[in-house]
C-alpha cells in the first residue's frame, strides 16, 4: 500500500514538473514573439519623376501610342512690345526617377529640395485605421509602428508629402481608408515646397519581424502638374526668315508681377484611391511677383483634370526696356483644345520680352523698307538709321543698310561742341581753309550729367534727338553683334590711307532680333588741324556728347571690321555725328 501511495506520489511531481516546464517554455516563446514584433517598418523614400504615370494601374510599354511633348507658342503685342510664351513639356530625364509600381527601391531619395516632411498611415488590409506618423525623408534611419504591426501578417501603409521641408502634411482620418479616407489640403500658396502633393501606397505589405524592419521603397507620385515659370533673356537663334528662327528677349529694367488667371484650389484628397474628391476654388490667389529670369516654380491643377489650361496675366505697365513700356495687359491662355496640362506632368513656360522694331518719327512700327521707318528701336532706345546731314532719309531710295555702303550715306563732319557741320561726304579729302582749331567749351551738348543728358542748344541733332550719351552707345554695342561690309583698310592713325572708296561700313545687328540692325558708314574723320580727309575706310568713329573734362578732348564711339569701343580725342577734329532719341 504504501509503495502505492509513493509511486502515485512520484508520478504527481513529475506532472507538476512537465506543467511548469511547459508553462516556462510558452512564457519564452511568447516573449520572443513579441520581440519580433518590435521592427515596424522603414522607409526608403524616393520620388518619381513627372511623367503622368498612374499610380493604381500599370502602364503598357511607353512605345505603344507615344505621343510628341507639347509645346505651344502663343506671341501677343502689347504696346511696342512683342511678348511671346512658350509652354513645352519636360521630358523625364536625369533629374528624379522614373515612375514605377514595382516594389523595387529606388536610387535616389525624396529630398531633393531639403528635408522634406512626409505623414506615413498604417490600416489593416480592409482598410481598418491603425495610426499614422510624421517623418523626415533626410532620416533614413526612422522606424515606425514598432509595437503595433504583428510579424506575418499584411498591412496596408499611405504615404503622402507636400514638399514642404518645415511643415509636415495634415493627419489623416482615424477612420476606415476605403470609406472615409480623405484629406482636406487647404493651400496657403501654390510654390512647389508646400502644395507638390506626392503619394504612394502600398498594399498586402508583409511585416517581417525577426527585429528586421519590414522596408516600403514605392517612389512617391506627383498628383498635381508643375509649371516652372520664367523670363527667357536669350539671344535669338538661327537664321532670321526661316523655320528655325527663334526671336530672342529681354529682361525688364523695373520688377514684373504676374498674375494666375487659372484656377487654384483647395482640394480634398482620397487616401484610397488618389483621386481629388472635390475641390473649392481659391479667390485671392497670391500674384507672382518679380519674375525675372530666375526659374519659379508652381503647382497647378489640384482638380487632376486631364484638360486643364493655364491662363496667366502682366498688367500694363510691367514691363520696361529702356524707353519702352507694356502700354496693354498681356494675357495668354493654354487651353490647346482640351489637350492641356495634366496631372503628374511637368512643363515650362518661358518668357520672351523684346520691342526691337523698324520705326517713324511718330515710333510707329514699320518695315525696314518703308518709306518713313527713318529709326530702329534696339534694347528700348530709338536711333536714327542716317548720319546726320544724310539729305535722302527714306529707305525705299536710300537703303540705309546698303551693302556696300555709298556716299550718299556719310552725311556731315561736325567739330564737338558745335551745332553747324564744317563738312560733308562731297567736301574732298582736301584741308579746309578757315579750319577753326578753338576748342568748344564743356557741356554744349550735354547741359545734363553723364548718365541722366539733356540735350543742350548748340546740339546738332533735330527736334526730338540728340546726340547720343556714352553709356547709350555703350549699351547698344553691348546688345548687338558686330560685323561690316565694303573695302576696309588697316586702321595706322591719322594716316591718309583707304580715300578711294566709301564702301565700309561697321554694322550693329540686335542680339535678341537678328531682322533689326544699324549701319555706321567708316567715313573716318577730318584733320584737326587743317580739316583734311583722314583715314575713311578704316574706322567707323562717332561724336557722343561727353567731354573729358579739364583739357580739349570729347568723348567718342568707335567701330571697325569685327570690334567696337569708346575712346576720347580732340574736339576741334571733324567726326560724323548719329542721334538718338531725346529722352
Known sequence: MMKTITQITKIKLALIVLVTLAVSCSKEKAEHTVGTNQAGIKLALTEAQFSGTDITTAKASTKAGATQPLALTQEVQAGPFTVTAELTENIAGGTGLKASNSKKAASKLLSLRGAVTYRVVAYETDGTYIDQAVGDAADSTQVFFGDKLIAGNKYTFVIYSLGSTTTPPPAAPATNLYSAGAVNFDFTGFEENGSDLMYAIEKDVTILGNNTPTPLTAPLQHMFTRVTLLVDNSDATGTFGTANYLKGGYLSEVPVQADWVSPFADATFDLGTGEVLAVVNESNVPP????????????????????????????????????????????????????????????????????????????????????????????????????????????TTNNPDANPSVQALYGNYYQWGRQLPVANAYSGDGAIAGWNNTPAPDGSWNSGTATVPVKAPLDPCGTGDRVPSPAEYTRLGNYTRHTSIGNWTTFTGNTTVGLSDFTAAHIMTSRKSSDIKLSFPAAGHRNPTTGAQLIRQSSAIYWLNMEVGGNNNARQGRGFQSSWDTSTYLKYAGYPVRCIQDK
Not at 494675357?331 to 518668357?351: C, I, Q, R, V
Not at 521707318?373 to 527714306?394: C, F, K, P
Open 288 to 395: 507672382i511677383s518679380n519674375l525675372n529670369a530666375t526659374a519659379r516654380t508652381f503647382i497647378v491643377n489640384q482638380n487632376r483634370s486631364n484638360s486643364f489650361a493655364i491662363a496667366l496675366s502682366i498688367p500694363s505697365g510691367q514691363i520696361k526696356i529702356g524707353h519702352d513700356v507694356n502700354a496693354q495687359a498681356v494675357n495668354f491662355n493654354f487651353s490647346n483644345a482640351g489637350l492641356g496640362l495634366k496631372p503628374g506632368y511637368s512643363y515650362t513656360m518661358k518668357l520672351r520680352f523684346n520691342s526691337d522694331r523698324y520705326v517713324n518719327a511718330s515710333n510707329v512700327t514699320r518695315s525696314a523698307t518703308a518709306a518713313d521707318a527713318r529709326y530702329a528701336v534696339i534694347a528700348g532706345h530709338r536711333w536714327d538709321r542716317y548720319n546726320l546731314g544724310v539729305t535722302d532719309v527714306n529707305p
